[in-house]
């Protein structure tokens, strides 16, 4: 996932056309692990090791090196890494348990986190809509909360697994910072792909997950739709759109993971539910869009 935090620049329909493909190809990724006849955390060791070689070449093709970073930039890269596998430790984990829609607003929840580190870097106050991004965000989770709970007390669960898993994206998109100013962005979905591995195996392992899996499929999908072609096209999208237009992009993925929730799965969203989930993706919006004023 990518964030603009440039002006925009001139964009034509191939660029719209990536934009919504890429929120729509990472919708899928909560669909794939539900199918996924591993654990949940072993699909996230699978999403991160299949298309290694093919991020490799991507990058290598794109003319972006692969070594030769300062050390402090191997630092924040093995960092970002470890951050990013345990993000999608938790997601995965919280997928299983919640409704889709939930899993995918509250994954995208570090948006909030990363609007909030750059107040903190930049010593000053929230901005009054940033006080409302905050005020949305809070009372739009606590319906989809108290929903979660009328459900099951494990679905409730399954919601702070991906609030967790939101705050860890925010920990690897800050971490980031600094190497994106001297590395391509697809070697750095390799190295911190590359990262990601062992740590996702590590954590499967210790659970007893299943990690061999016996149906191949969902995980090629999840490896391809989440890794490669979600957020490649999102990098190919990335310098033509406003944070504001990224963030309203960005609504895809509910929009998307709800649709498969209730086809696939039989999942209802009631009207207090989607005043809630309405709630979060505006405060989402809003945490996008004021990323164009920590540039």
Same mark, same amino acid.
């Given at each position: 996932?990518?964030?603009?935090?440039?002006?925009?620049?001139?964009?034509?329909?191939?660029?719209?056309?990536?934009?919504?493909?890429?929120?729509?190809?990472?919708?899928?990724?909560?669909?794939?692990?539900?199918?996924?006849?591993?654990?949940? !955390?072993?699909?996230?060791?699978? *999403?991160?090791?299949?298309?290694?070689?093919?991020?490799?070449?991507?990058?290598?093709?794109?003319?972006?090196?692969?070594?030769?970073?300062?050390?402090?930039?191997?630092?924040?890269?093995?960092?970002?890494?470890?951050?990013?596998?345990?993000?999608?430790?938790?997601?995965?984990?919280?997928?299983?348990?919640?409704?889709?829609?939930?899993?995918?607003?509250?994954?995208?929840?570090?948006?909030?986190?990363?609007?909030?580190?750059?107040?903190?870097?930049?010593?000053?106050?929230?901005? *009054?809509?940033?006080?409302?991004?905050?005020?949305?965000?809070?009372?739009?989770?606590?319906?989809?909360?108290?929903?979660?709970?009328?459900?099951?007390?494990?679905?409730?669960?399954?919601?702070?697994?991906?609030?967790?898993?939101?705050?860890?994206?925010?920990?690897?998109?800050?971490?980031?910072?600094?190497?994106?100013?001297?590395?391509?962005?697809?070697?750095?979905?390799?190295?911190?792909?590359?990262?990601? !591995?062992?740590?996702?195996?590590?954590?499967?392992?210790?659970?007893?997950?299943?990690?061999?899996?016996? *149906?191949?499929?969902?995980?090629?999908?999840?490896?391809?739709?989440?890794?490669?072609?979600?957020?490649?096209?999102?990098?190919?999208?990335? *310098?033509?759109?406003?944070?504001? !237009?990224?963030?309203?992009?960005?609504?895809?993925?509910?929009?998307?993971? !709800?649709?498969?929730?209730?086809?696939?799965?039989? =999942?209802?969203?009631?009207?207090? /539910?989607?005043?809630?989930?309405?709630?979060?993706?505006?405060?989402?919006?809003?945490?996008?869009?004021?990323?164009? /004023? =920590?540039?």
């Amino acid at each position: 996932m990518g964030n603009a935090t440039g002006p925009a620049r001139n964009w034509n329909g191939w660029h719209f056309a990536a934009l919504i493909g890429g929120n729509a190809a990472l919708s899928l990724g909560p669909w794939f692990v539900r199918l996924a006849d591993t654990g949940p !955390v072993a699909a996230g060791f699978w *999403r991160l090791l299949l298309p290694l070689p093919l991020l490799a070449g991507i990058a290598l093709a794109s003319r972006q090196r692969l070594i030769g970073f300062a050390p402090g930039v191997w630092w924040a890269i093995a960092g970002a890494g470890t951050f990013f596998a345990l993000d999608l430790a938790a997601w995965h984990v919280g997928i299983l348990y919640t409704r889709l829609g939930n899993a995918t607003l509250f994954g995208n929840a570090g948006s909030l986190v990363v609007m909030a580190w750059g107040m903190v870097a930049l010593r000053r106050w929230p901005y *009054r809509g940033e006080w409302l991004a905050f005020g949305l965000a809070l009372l739009g989770a606590a319906i989809l909360f108290g929903r979660s709970l009328e459900i099951d007390r494990t679905t409730l669960i399954g919601d702070l697994f991906c609030v967790l898993a939101g705050l860890l994206y925010a920990g690897y998109i800050i971490l980031l910072q600094r190497p994106r100013a001297s590395a391509g962005n697809w070697a750095l979905v390799f190295w911190s792909s590359l990262v990601g !591995v062992p740590v996702l195996l590590a954590v499967a392992t210790a659970l007893g997950e299943t990690v061999m899996p016996n *149906r191949w499929w969902p995980l090629i999908g999840l490896a391809l739709c989440s890794q490669v072609i979600g957020q490649g096209l999102l990098i190919f999208a990335l *310098r033509h759109f406003s944070p504001l !237009v990224f963030g309203l992009a960005l609504l895809c993925q509910p929009v998307v993971a !709800v649709a498969l929730g209730w086809l696939a799965f039989g =999942e209802v969203l009631g009207v207090v /539910d989607l005043v809630g989930m309405i709630l979060v993706a505006s405060a989402l919006v809003m945490a996008r869009n004021s990323a164009r /004023d =920590e540039a």
